[in-house]
């Protein structure tokens, strides 16, 4: 892989990342259109992607992640515990999806580009159908985090969005479109 490359893959990451758009579907195409196998994106470079990612992710969201620290830290069950339990509770799914079903998602991010294909598609369809959905001004039950954890679980797969899926669902649970973005 050339450094243009990287460059390129790296602003496909960037530019979709806080999109309802699957940014690993993405990142499939572009390898696939470079002609890059999976043995040459190495490791380091999925590393240092998601290591950007989640440093983006840190810097926009740094005052709602110290709200969150300042509430539980106050040992209390507030509304910051309670969106925390329902955090962990929704990425039990996709902890056991990774630890049981490694090899298995492995494939599906080996040049399947007709795959990421029709999940893209896939995640267009969940967001036309999630846009239309009545506003209610639901909340996040255990039943819903549940729910959301096993979305989150497919969204794994490249090519549907986690961010997309997991906010259209809970849009379609009655989860008021306000707090289902920060799930």
Do not use: C
């Not at 990421?116 to 969940?126: A, E, P, R």
């Not at 506003?135 to 985090?145: D, Y």
């Amino acid at each position: 892989m050339t450094a243009a490359e990287s460059i390129v893959l790296g602003v496909i990451q960037g530019l979709t990342e806080f999109l309802p758009v699957s940014s690993s579907g993405h990142i499939e195409l572009g390898k696939a259109i470079f002609g890059i196998e999976q043995k040459e994106a190495g490791l380091l470079f999925t590393v240092v992607l998601h290591f950007a990612t989640a440093l983006s992710t840190i810097i926009v969201f740094w005052k709602d992640i110290v709200g969150i620290f300042k509430g539980l830290f106050s040992f209390k069950w507030n509304t910051e515990t309670r969106f925390s339990y329902f955090i962990v509770l929704s990425m039990i799914p996709a902890v056991l999806v990774g630890l049981f079903l490694k090899d298995q998602m492995d494939d599906f991010y080996r040049g399947n580009v007709l795959l990421v294909s029709v999940m893209l598609l896939f995640t267009g369809v969940v967001l036309f159908f999630s846009d239309r959905a009545k506003s209610l001004k639901g909340e996040v039950s255990t039943k819903s985090a549940v729910i959301l954890g096993i979305v989150q679980a497919i969204a794994i797969m490249p090519g549907i969005s986690r961010s997309g899926s997991t906010i259209a669902t809970a849009v379609m649970l009655g989860i008021d479109r306000e707090k289902a973005k920060h799930y």
